[in-house]
């Protein structure tokens, strides 16, 4: 720390082998929350990189992240032809991290709703994207309603919540 009692750059952790604990906390949502939502890029088949929005993205643990998608979203259709993948993750007060990884599809169609696949990533690399002088006061916020509450709360359990 400087003689001000300020984190440096220098002396902020880059990149990692897995999540740390304050990432890894966010994403394990004990509380079965769609929040943080996340960013998940694929590589569409002309090699155009492809981002979609995902609230099911949950750490299973530090080198594991587990989500659903839709059987016919063009993130599934990318991660069958090619594994490789990055998420980012923004969450108050002061996390913003990328994670590259490699995707497997554990079960297609998913037991609890056969328009959905479950999907596992295997942890390479963890980078810290926080700068050191500002701070998040908010994020995406997303939450399931009326009818699909129950249908979350199901898919939440089976995907191995807590």
Known sequence: MSEKGETTRSERWRRSPELLED????????????????????IDADGTPRVAPFGSMRAVNPQLLRFIAHRYHDTLANLKRDPRISVAMICAPDIAVSVRGQARIVEEPFSLDENYALVEIDIDEVKNDMPIKIGIESGITISPSGPFVT???SLWSKMGGD
């Not at 769609?34 to 998940?40: A, D, E, H, K, Y």
């Open 151 to 153: 249908w979350w709360n």
């Open 23 to 42: 990432a890894y906390s966010a994403w394990k949502k004990s509380d079965g929350s769609l929040n943080p939502s996340s960013v998940v890029a694929t």
